[in-house]
């Protein structure tokens, strides 16, 4: 009960992780220098997620409903990924547990939006967010393109947590 997922969160799909390992070995196979990704699919997941045609935690609400947008991120993932084969059934059935889980017993999807402006406007509640990779690994100020895949400054307090800036109260930087 007391971990809450936003129903905004981009789903991770194998497809991802299989995208990730592919454009690795592609690198590899050019004879190009590889980016060295952790093939946990954060990239190809971030990509989806720009090109629209992602999957988010919310639509985990309403199964038949997100069975047909599941088939319908595959076929775009498989041609805007460039996977070409990916059997879908074996993730499918995880996903019905999540959806399980997530939904029916638990209720752990919220609308993160609005359970962070309750929290902001209480004043028995204290926000604390921790960030990682810092600046250098940061997708736009960082050592591109050996970067991650999102914002690691403290902005992402503001675009991932929907904190406005002027509630920042402290930051600490460790180096």
Do not use: C
Request: net charge negative; proline share 4%; aromatic share 6%.
């Amino acid at each position: 009960g007391r971990l809450l997922i936003s129903d905004r969160a981009t789903l991770v799909s194998n497809i991802h992780r299989e995208a990730d390992k592919q454009a690795e070995l592609r690198l590899q196979a050019a004879g190009k220098e590889i980016i060295g990704t952790t093939l946990q699919g954060i990239g190809p997941s971030y990509a989806s997620k720009i090109l629209r045609f992602g999957l988010r935690v919310g639509d985990l609400h309403d199964w038949p409903t997100f069975v047909e947008k599941y088939h319908k991120f595959i076929a775009a993932a498989k041609f805007q990924l460039h996977v070409p084969e990916f059997d879908s059934a074996e993730e499918l059935d995880q996903l019905k547990i999540l959806h399980e889980r997530l939904t029916v017993q638990d209720s752990m999807i919220v609308d993160s939006v609005d359970m962070m402006h309750k929290a902001l406007n209480d004043p028995s509640k204290r926000i604390v967010a921790e960030g990682a990779n810092a600046v250098m690994l940061d997708v736009d100020y960082g050592t591109y393109p050996m970067v991650t895949s999102s914002n690691t400054t403290i902005g992402g307090v503001s675009t991932g947590l929907s904190v406005p800036p002027h509630h920042i109260e402290t930051t600490i930087g460790i180096m």
